[in-house]
């Protein structure tokens, strides 16, 4: 039976090469992506800017500023030329292309590195994982990639400009020849359908939205879609297998509660789960931790 840890955990994230977060404050935050700079809204940052020190402006190349609603929408104001296309950017041997996204990011979240150590860390220690990985809601590869070299992974996305762009990702990153499967599919119907032929995978990742539509514009709702998405994760898990790791972004829920999921599908399985934030410190001296996202995971003792 899988045992609980209430106290909350925090995952912390610093920068690397190419990227950083520089400042946070006033509802927005300050990040470098490469040789740029760019301003987006946080809603979690709700104490002062620490930079520049005289009080004066964030300077950045450009600005995602949110429409009206809370929902979403919004658009880039740039101060300066930013390659529309997008510009290379590295994480360890994964190399990706950044780009300045109509959905305010930049084609990779930068706070799941520690998530992608941690895996890697799960997978590595009694070598290659031999029925491989599945990442559900794959997005453009980067922690596909960054799994790869532990055995076979799975990549789904419902998005085929999202598949197409971790495809080139791999590319960028000479890893085109890496046992990955890349699938352009419903999250949840691609996991009832492995359910349904009784296979089995080391590890899952899923980093579900919100709100969603599938290839064939079926519609994905959070709190609808999640319970169920659990249930039939937790069917392609066993005794052999290693971990689940849930992310959640931009929603009113509590860690906790995405871990209480977990404990009622995962009771039968031994093992530990653990929840909390995703966090990344500012640079710096005196940086601050901002959280991002809540996390639920499962792991094999």
């Not at 895996?119 to 559900?136: K, W």
């Not at 949840?188 to 590890?203: L, P, S």
Request: negative net charge; contains cysteine.
């Amino acid at each position: 039976m899988a045992d609980l840890t209430l106290q909350p955990l925090v995952m912390e994230g610093a920068g690397w090469a190419d990227y950083g977060l520089v400042d946070s404050g006033h509802g927005r935050k300050l990040e470098r992506y490469g040789p740029y700079r760019f301003i987006r809204p946080e809603p979690q940052a709700m104490w002062s800017p620490r930079l520049p020190a005289d009080g004066a402006e964030w300077d950045a190349h450009g600005e995602f500023v949110p429409g009206s609603d809370e929902d979403g929408g919004g658009r880039w104001h740039f101060a300066r030329a930013v390659p529309e296309e997008g510009w290379p950017l590295g994480w360890n041997d994964v190399r990706f292309t950044a780009q300045c996204t109509p959905f305010r990011h930049l084609g990779f979240f930068p706070d799941m590195a520690p998530v992608w150590d941690w895996m890697r860390g799960r997978l590595a220690p009694e070598g290659a994982a031999e029925r491989g990985t599945l990442n559900l809601f794959g997005y453009t590869g980067v922690g596909t990639l960054a799994l790869s070299d532990c055995g076979p992974v799975t990549h789904v996305d419902a998005s085929k400009k999202s598949v197409a762009q971790a495809r080139e990702n791999a590319a960028l990153s000479g890893m085109e020849d890496r046992p990955v499967r890349w699938l352009v599919d419903d999250a949840a119907k691609f996991t009832a359908r492995e359910v349904r032929r009784g296979n089995h995978y080391d590890g899952i990742i899923l980093d579900p939205p919100k709100f969603g539509r599938g290839p064939k514009n079926e519609t994905w709702r959070l709190e609808e879609g999640l319970p169920g998405l659990i249930a039939d994760c937790r069917q392609l898990l066993d005794e052999r297998s290693r971990f689940l790791f849930l992310t959640v972004y931009a929603v009113r829920m509590s860690s906790l509660a995405l871990a209480g999921l977990l404990a009622e599908h995962f009771a039968g399985l031994p093992g530990t789960i653990e929840h909390g934030d995703l966090a990344v410190r500012e640079e710096g001296e005196g940086g601050r931790l901002l959280p991002t996202a809540i996390f639920a995971r499962w792991r094999a003792d």
